[in-house]
């Protein structure tokens, strides 16, 4: 069963940054394209960006686009969110998902890590 652990949620100042980090249990973890997601209180899930499995592409959402990265390191199982110009509005319990190579839709999801951003 894959695992995937999130780290790094917090409470940060509005404009300020913060980096999440994914680690995954599986040592295949090079063959799952990875998604980070957030869910606010009394809101849908939201994506947030995605990395393929090599991480040469990736893809974000509107609303995060040009101040959220996401990255990868194969050889330490993990996937990265770095989070810069946070605004209130970015308040979430975020997660991670894996999805695997002939899947349609995201198999394997983290328990969530929070982040507050205060004005």
């Known amino acids: 069963q894959v695992q995937l652990v999130e780290s790094g949620g917090g409470l940060v100042q509005a404009g300020g940054s913060l980096r999440l980090s994914c680690a995954c249990s599986?040592?295949?973890?090079?063959?799952?394209?990875m998604g980070w997601f957030r869910q606010a209180p009394g809101k849908e899930r939201e994506f947030l960006a995605r990395?393929?499995?090599?991480?040469?592409?990736?893809d974000y959402a509107d609303s995060v686009k040009g101040r959220f990265t996401i990255s990868r390191d194969n050889n330490k199982n993990t996937v990265y969110l770095q989070m810069n110009s946070l605004k209130p509005e970015d308040t979430a319990v975020y997660y991670c998902?894996?999805?695997?190579?002939?899947?349609?839709?995201?198999?394997?999801w983290g328990q969530g890590t929070q982040v507050t951003v205060s004005s």
């Open positions: 998902a894996a999805r695997s190579f002939l899947s349609a839709t995201y198999d394997h």
């Open positions: 599986e040592r295949t973890f090079s063959t799952y394209a």
């Open positions: 990395i393929s499995r090599s991480g040469g592409v990736t």
